[in-house]
């Protein structure tokens, strides 16, 4: 099973670093099996609670990646 190398953790634990509200969502593919992780400050959580986020002006950014 494909696991998040240890400088990419370095670097989620970075970003969550000091932000109590933060929940950063990392999801990826492999094996055609997806996989979605759910770090806060403290580290990983539970994945199996459904979060809910605020989406803004970075989605027409995302859209025109798509296209």
């Known amino acids: 099973m494909f696991e998040i190398s240890d400088e990419t953790l370095r670097l989620i634990n970075k970003?969550?670093?000091g932000k109590k509200h933060l929940?950063?969502?990392v999801g990826y593919l492999t094996d055609n099996q997806s996989i979605i992780k759910v770090y806060n400050e403290s580290g990983e959580i539970d994945s199996s609670k459904k979060y809910h986020y605020e989406i803004g002006s970075i989605t027409k950014t995302f859209t025109v990646s798509l296209l």
């Open 15 to 17: 970003t969550c670093k």
């Open 23 to 25: 929940k950063l969502t």
